[in-house]
């Protein structure tokens, strides 16, 4: 559990260098099977968003 809140963190971390807006992390272990963790953003354009999201799958296959 621990292990995947300091990923969890790490991206936060990643997401708030990039700029994302009103980033809120949800702990779902409870009532999920399949993740611990779920990170939610925004962005200023859809533009934005698609790079967030691009950068952060980047980001999440080069660090784990």
């Known amino acids: 559990q621990l292990e ?3 990923k969890a ?8 260098d ?3 807006e ?3 992390l949800l702990d779902i272990h409870d009532v999920s099977s ?3 963790y779920f990170i939610i953003c925004n962005g200023t ?3 934005m968003l698609d ?3 691009t950068s952060v799958r980047e980001f ?3 660090e784990f």
């Open 4 to 6: 995947a809140l300091e």
């Open 22 to 24: 009103k980033i809120v």
């Open 34 to 36: 399949f993740t611990s």
């Open 60 to 62: 999440v296959k080069s």
């Open 51 to 53: 790079a967030l999201a």
């Open 45 to 47: 354009s859809d533009r």
């Open 18 to 20: 990039k700029k994302a």
């Open 9 to 16: 963190r790490a991206i936060i971390d990643f997401l708030e």
